[in-house]
C-alpha cells in the first residue's frame, strides 16, 4: 500500500476554508484516495474518496492532480465542530481490505 | 438503521485476566475488520474476517490474541492474559464488500485498561 504523508497539524478560524494536502508518490495505478475524519473517543468516519480531477460532496471537496502523486482535502467554512484528526488514505480496489492510517493531520478550529 | 456497535465501550481488567471485546456490525455487512489505536497514534490493522472466516490476520499479534466472526452473532476480538501493553482502544469496522475503495463504517470503539 502507498505510504502517504500529510500535515501532523494545522489551526484555523471558524468561516475558513482549510486545504490539508497529502503526498503520496508511490501510488499505483489502482489505487483510490479516501479521507477518513476522526473526533476523540469516537471511531473514524468516511468523509470523501476519489480517483481522479475533483470531487465534492456535502462535506468537503478533493483536489487531485493529474500526476495522482498527492491530493488535497478541501473543507469549506470551517467550524468549531470540524475539529478533528484527518487521515488520508490510499488503497487498491479489490484487495485493500487494511486500511493504513498514518498519524493524520490534527486541525484546530477556534474562534 | 444501526450503525456498527461495539460492547463495552470502556473495559478494565487486571494483568493475566482476558478480555472479550464484541461487534457487531451494520445489518447486512458480512465484512468485518479490527484495529487498535495507541494513545497518539493512528489506527493499526489487526484482522480482517468474513463471517466464519479469517481473512487477513497479519495485523494480528502471534499469541494471546483470537478473533472470530460466527455464523450468527457478533464478532469477538479475545485477548488473554493481557498485559499492560494491551491497554489502547480497539475499533471495528464493517463494510458490505471488500476493497479500499468501499467505505468503512466504524463503531466508537471499545477502550481496554489494563491495571
Known amino acids: 500500500l502507498a505510504k502517504t504523508t500529510q500535515p501532523i497539524s494545522m489551526d484555523s478560524y471558524e468561516g475558513q476554508e482549510v486545504n490539508i494536502t497529502c503526498s503520496h508518490n508511490n501510488i499505483a495505478t489502482n489505487d483510490y484516495i479516501t479521507w477518513y475524519q476522526q473526533f476523540p473517543s469516537q471511531g473514524p468516519r468516511f468523509i470523501i474518496q476519489?480517483?481522479?480531477t475533483k470531487v465534492t460532496n456535502e462535506v468537503a471537496s478533493l483536489f487531485i492532480p493529474a500526476d495522482r502523486k498527492s491530493s488535497t482535502l478541501s473543507l469549506p467554512r470551517v467550524s468549531l465542530s470540524d475539529t478533528a484528526v484527518y487521515y488520508c488514505l490510499v488503497g487498491p480496489e479489490g484487495g485493500g481490505n487494511k486500511l493504513t492510517f498514518g498519524t493524520g493531520t490534527q486541525l484546530k478550529v477556534e474562534l | 438503521n444501526a450503525g456498527v456497535m461495539q460492547n463495552p465501550r470502556h473495559l478494565v481488567r487486571r494483568r493475566g485476566q482476558e478480555a472479550r471485546l464484541r461487534c457487531s456490525p451494520v445489518?447486512?455487512?458480512?465484512?468485518v475488520y479490527w484495529y487498535r489505536q495507541l494513545p497518539e497514534e493512528g489506527l493499526k490493522f489487526m484482522v480482517y474476517?468474513?463471517?466464519?472466516?479469517?481473512?487477513?490476520e497479519s495485523g494480528m499479534p502471534k499469541e494471546r490474541f483470537s478473533a472470530e466472526f460466527p455464523k450468527e452473532g457478533p464478532s469477538i476480538l479475545r485477548i488473554q492474559q493481557v498485559v499492560r501493553g494491551d491497554s489502547a482502544a480497539y475499533f471495528c469496522a464493517s463494510s458490505p464488500q471488500q476493497g479500499a475503495n468501499t467505505e468503512a463504517f466504524f463503531g466508537q470503539g471499545t477502550r481496554l485498561t489494563v491495571v
Open positions: 476519489g480517483y481522479k
Open positions: 474476517l468474513q463471517k466464519e472466516n479469517i481473512i487477513d
Open positions: 445489518k447486512g455487512h458480512s465484512h
